[in-house]
């Protein structure tokens, strides 16, 4: 039973560029969570996909946009990438959207920007 | 200022050792709180997962407790081994609201186990 997978693992991107992260939720999981993780803090909530739909975002800007396919998989895109966009970015999916439903994170992509 | 914050920063501690983590959280109400453990370079693992209305959970050497009045947690640490070296985050779950379970995390606690 696989878990949260991402890809890539690692990128390195340089500042103005476009960078698309991919994820797939654990089997079963139809609500997918992303997160920006700087290093040494707490994750950050960018946005939530639920029904192929965002759901709910977080205070990012609008550079920072996602997806959902019919297969419940997602990708983050952001744009015009900033050195301040270097960090982990994780996904987790869950089983519905409600309280107490379990997240489970994949690895995370590790992005740096030059 | 952080809806939760953690204590303290960072800790080292000696195998075989006991240790306790805090977390202490102004969000009111909220539906669950969460300890994961992040081990360096991967995403976090959930530890426990507890309800406003529960006092304590453990899972096997972790043991979680809530106290609702004063808006603390605790994660305390049986006997630590090596592998326990890892972040530890305290993540308070806002009720459910617009169709969307919001996560507030708190920065994590660093824990070394040495030999």
């Known amino acids: 039973d696989a878990g949260v997978t991402q890809s890539p693992t690692h990128l390195i991107k340089t500042r103005g560029q476009q960078v698309t992260l991919r994820c797939s939720p654990k089997?079963?999981?139809?609500?997918v969570s992303w997160y920006q993780q700087a290093l040494g803090q707490g994750p950050q909530f960018i946005f939530q996909?639920?029904?192929?739909?965002?759901?709910q975002r977080g205070n990012f800007p609008d550079r920072f946009s996602g997806h959902q396919f019919p297969n419940y998989s997602s990708e983050l895109n952001v744009n015009a990438l900033l050195l301040g966009d270097s960090a982990l970015y994780l996904c987790a999916s869950s089983k519905g959207t409600g309280n107490n439903q379990p997240q489970h994170f994949g690895d995370g992509t590790r992005l740096s920007i030059l | 200022k952080n809806q939760v914050e953690q204590s303290p920063q960072s800790l080292i501690i000696l195998e075989g050792k006991n240790c306790t983590l805090q977390c202490n959280y102004t969000v009111s109400p909220f539906s669950n709180l969460r300890w994961y453990k992040q081990d360096t370079g991967r995403g976090p693992v959930s530890l426990t997962i507890?309800?406003?209305?529960?006092n304590t959970k453990s899972n096997g050497r972790y043991t979680a407790t809530l106290d609702a009045d004063t808006k603390q947690s605790s994660l305390h640490i049986t006997a630590s081994q090596l592998s326990d070296s890892a972040s530890y985050i305290c993540?308070?779950?806002?009720?459910?609201?617009?169709?969307?379970?919001?996560?507030?995390f708190g920065a994590g606690t660093r824990l070394a186990v040495h030999p």
């Open positions: 089997s079963g999981h139809d609500t």
């Open positions: 996909y639920y029904e192929e739909e965002e759901r």
């Open positions: 993540v308070v779950t806002l009720p459910y609201s617009g169709g969307y379970n919001k996560l507030i």
């Open positions: 507890m309800t406003f209305s529960e």
